[in-house]
């Protein structure tokens, strides 16, 4: 995974992206995670890409017993001990394959569109499965595979069309799994593309029992605040999964 | 289910085209429906939408103990006993809505390239579960979620377009589930769009384990045979379910 959000001027940029409360993550990402979130009461929780932490602060405010806090990004960590600290969360700068080292289990491993930024993503669940406590969940989103799989180019920068008054995105390389470059925030960010069926077999392979798939959809009052959510129906940004140990 | 292939007209333009061996079916669907095939020998076998019958004379051929192949078409049950007719197989005209009228269980429910004109999925896999013995197989072929998203119409009849030099499919209504409409031989086909999410969840929810899903993709030889193949890589035509209860 490489480590955008400690170039200092990606850092701010998306920290004002962040600050504005009428993006993606605030209206479409986190009312499905919620929505699709197990119960937190007394439960021992581990975050994987944790950013500036306000999930963390969340999970202990709806009960949770503790939070191991992690990201690859220091400035992300020191962010997160500054606006969202808490005595029963403990933040640590920790790179997603790294995350054998814990010593420690857990009842939920919860990330939050992280996980297209991993190569390895068989090893990344076994060392997940390994973290979890019998009968554990894992929960995560990442950016759908119906979205990593374009490339955007210099020449193909308009990525969608109108036909006859009917909205199309452009397609391809879906069977061409791995690495896809873009440009975001004036930086290079290399994420990897894999199929939805990779997706089910790398669970499956690993040993985890999938309880729920779900794409990303936008509410009526998300389109209302930003109306080009409504092409969620046409191409969900993100997918979610819901797994058990 | 509509059944064009009792549209006699629709049925021979049909046949013709499956009589040439340089199609889909032959040289990417079969192969791949054949390497997911639990081992069949001695088990008894359930096949819905059999067409012509050409799977269950090889399914005996490959020492299964019987087979009990359906068709919603007249048509193709009465081709399929005139060039496939064999002691252990009875050719049956079912719909497969109809399916929990059977009163028999078996090892494997084997279905190719029908479960896409079902509009309820999760009442047929129910029935199918119902119909299999304890650790049975489900295994089908269905057109990918990637390909029914798209319904053609008189305005984007063009659906791919090459922008400097790089193919792209247009794509759209990835969320938007149900009916969708083409003409195909000149007759109205409806089938039904579900997402990958969907089709997990309703697995899930109808209590199978699912073991592998498979995009379809073309080998070095069926490119060879139909270079317009090689854009399985940009949208796979098909999709695979392996799953048992």
Known sequence: ????????????????????????????????????????????????????????????????????????SCNMIEEAKKVNGDKNIEYKVLRMEDISNINQKFDIVYSSLAFHYIEDFDKLLNDIYNLLNPNGYLIYSQESPINTTFEPTKENSESKMIINGKFYYLFADYNREGVRHLIWNDVDVTKYHRTYATIVNSLVKNKFKIIEMKDSYASEEAIKLCPKYVRQIDKPYFTFVLAQK
Not at 43 to 67: P, W, Y
């Open 1 to 72: 995974m490489n480590n955008v959000y400690d170039n200092q001027e990606f850092f701010e940029q998306y920290q004002s992206m962040r600050e504005d409360k009428i993006n993606a993550n605030n209206l479409i990402e986190n009312p499905i995670m919620i929505s699709m979130l197990p119960d937190v009461k007394g439960k021992t929780i581990l975050d994987l890409g944790c950013g500036d932490g306000n999930m963390d602060i969340r999970f202990i405010k709806m009960g949770a017993k503790s939070v191991l806090a992690t990201d690859i």
